[in-house]
DNA sequence: TCTGGCGGCGCC
DNA sequence: AAAGGGCGCCGCCAGA
């Protein structure tokens, strides 16, 4: 049963009212009007398990959870509509509910609302945020109608796609993650600020009260000493090329792997400085003090937040811990976390992916690379994979050269399959993932390439130039990275109908990494569970395919050990 | 003084 | 080992 819910008020946690609604959209009876939203709202889940037809997980379901209600299944409108204009080429156009409406009835198409701000957990988000931003979109008269009217027009764009099947598990995998992400929000990530504080003194020495910690003043002094000068700030990339420069060193720039290349004796200061300063200034005392708060780091996860499917997160830099700081992240006491990385995922999907028999007999090793160097690379490993990497990520150049070639005769439906990809891109065309996620349209890359965007209805012209081959690098990668995308979000949503009844909550997800904290007697049973969930992830995708996606499944106290 | 673009680096 | 694809975040820097 599919139920389409709204809150009168858009708080979500007084009032609001419910309709049943067929799978084909249709109504299946009167609008209820309920008094108190999530006490009816649990007590339907509870009997029935239905699907919750919504205009977006991100407008109430964080307020559901903490009221104390979970649900198990949605359909967010917001997201399927995205999916939706982005395979139809209107990648851009409004999609939140009140949008999806008016395209249906001819009305004025309502811009989206623009992106809330990122914002640490308990800073101003009391009556005064709520008093600017004004009531949700979605509140008020006539949002049944909207989402039975919009989700059955859904139900038929979806049968209407090349592979319904395939964009329906899609669909079904972006609202599950959509809810995967506000429960990880809500929960919340083991951080132990104790001993964050005492990894930051041991770095980078104590703080203080002004300026930067001890060990960073020091390099500060050390590189100027070696560079025979005076008051030179070491995060002023300008200041370093000059000092550089009058050593009669020239650099194209000061990156880390470029300054590895000189011989100066300020490069080592140097390279410590940057590692360090970077941890002050990303994840240091400051970024402590607005994001952890009782002994939880809770960032905000924006699941399709990437066009490629990746999630993102708005604030806190949760995909981007330094892997230092990752001592900090400590299982409550008779807890475990259990860590589990998909190996190899982007080589196992292109194998997938593209057919070729061969290169899929290799997927099912556990180490494909391995099996790939056996089979056509004279057992050279390192060779086999930097095939594969430049085929993925376009790479034209260097050691990749005589690699590619042996790839593209011995792979050559593999090989042909990225080359495909990267040539659509280049030509102006769009390509999709597996399930079907599209690309955004050459305009939008070329906007960010900082040239004008094309004529109306000439975004099928092709682009020559550096424009044109970064697109072909761009689509050629999407078809991959997108896929492992959906690979990734199909284990998620499958882990967590299977940790239901468990205590263990998702806790963790990084791209092709999930992290789940659990009591320690159940940690075996999450391991289990979560292999078994890869299994099933690919068979979802791919149904009857050699290869294989393995994980590494770690069980620890501390985030750091995992691997 | 404020702001957008960019350099640089963290992660996958 | 590097470079190639995707991001977010920080501070610098030049221009309004």
Redesign the pocket.
């Known amino acids: 049963m599919l139920v389409a819910v709204v809150s009168d008020d858009g708080s979500w946690h007084g009032s609001g009212r419910w309709q049943d609604v067929r799978p084909d959209g249709t109504p299946a009876g009167a609008p209820v009007r309920v008094a108190d939203l999530p006490a009816a709202i649990a007590a339907r889940e509870a009997a029935e398990h239905p699907r919750w037809l919504w205009a977006a997980t991100t407008e109430g379901y964080p307020t559901l959870l903490r009221a104390g209600v979970r649900v198990r299944r949605c359909h967010d409108v917001e997201l399927t509509e995205a999916l939706l204009l982005g395979h139809a080429g209107r990648w851009g156009e409004p999609r939140a509910l009140a949008a999806a409406r008016a395209r249906l009835t001819g009305a004025p198409v309502p811009a989206d609302p623009p992106p809330r701000l990122?914002q640490p957990p308990g800073f101003a988000q009391g009556a005064l945020f709520e008093a600017m931003s004004g009531p949700p979109a979605a509140a008020g008269s006539g949002v049944l109608e909207a989402l039975a009217q919009v989700y059955a027009d859904q139900h038929a764009r979806i049968g209407a796609t090349g592979q319904p099947g395939r964009f329906a598990l899609l669909v079904a995998a972006e609202s599950a993650g959509a809810l995967v992400g506000a429960e990880m929000g809500h929960a919340g990530l083991p951080w132990r600020a104790d001993i964050h504080d005492q990894l930051l003194r041991e770095l980078l020495g104590a703080p203080q009260p002004v300026g930067p910690p001890r060990r960073l003043a020091e390099l500060t002094a050390e590189i100027n000493e070696a560079f025979g000068v005076r008051g030179l700030?070491p995060?002023?990339?300008?200041?370093?090329?000059r000092a550089f420069s009058r050593a009669g060193i020239e650099v194209p720039?000061?990156?880390?792997?470029v300054?590895?290349?000189v011989e100066h004796p300020a490069v080592k200061p140097l390279?410590e400085y940057?590692?360090l300063y970077?941890?002050w200034?990303?994840h240091g005392w400051?970024?402590r003090d607005a994001w952890i708060s009782e002994g939880r780091f809770r960032p905000e996860y924006?699941p399709g937040?990437?066009?490629?499917g990746?999630w993102?997160?708005?604030?806190?830099?949760a995909?981007?811990?330094?892997?230092?700081v990752r001592r900090a992240v400590v299982a409550d006491p008779g807890w475990r976390f259990v860590v589990a990385?998909a190996g190899q995922l982007e080589p196992r999907v292109l194998a997938a992916v593209s057919g070729d028999s061969r290169l899929a007999r290799a997927g099912a090793a556990g180490d494909l690379y391995a099996a790939l160097a056996t089979d056509s690379f004279g057992g050279d490993r390192?060779k086999a994979?930097?095939a594969l990497?430049?085929a993925?990520?376009?790479?034209?150049?260097?050691?990749?050269i005589p690699a590619l070639a042996v790839l593209r005769q011995s792979y050559p439906t593999a090989f042909e399959y990225v080359e495909a990809a990267a040539r659509t891109g280049e030509a102006g065309g769009l390509v999709r993932s597996w399930l079907g996620r599209t690309c955004p349209p050459a305009s939008t890359?070329w906007r960010d390439a900082?040239l004008e965007p094309p004529e109306e209805g000439g975004s099928a012209e092709p682009q020559g130039g550096a424009p044109g081959r970064?697109r072909g690098?761009?689509t050629?990668?999407?078809v991959i990275?997108a896929t492992a995308a959906e690979w990734a979000l199909v284990l998620l949503a499958t882990l967590r109908t299977a940790l239901e009844g468990l205590r263990a909550e998702l806790v963790l997800f990084?791209?092709?990494?999930v992290g789940v904290h659990c009591p320690a007697e159940e940690a075996e049973a999450v391991a289990e569970a979560v292999r078994v969930s890869a299994g099933r992830a690919g068979e979802l995708l791919f149904g009857d395919t050699a290869v294989r996606f393995p994980l590494d499944v770690s069980i620890v106290e501390c985030y750091a050990d995992a691997k």
């Open positions: 990122p700030h995060d002023s990339p300008a200041e370093v090329l720039n000061t990156r880390a792997w300054l590895r290349q390279l940057k590692e970077r941890i200034t990303a400051a970024w924006v937040g990437v066009v490629s990746r993102a997160t708005r604030g806190g830099g995909l981007q811990v330094p892997k230092v990385d390192a994979k930097i990497l430049g993925m990520y376009g790479q034209t150049g260097g050691a990749a890359a900082g970064a690098r761009f050629r990668n999407f990275q990084v791209h092709d990494e």
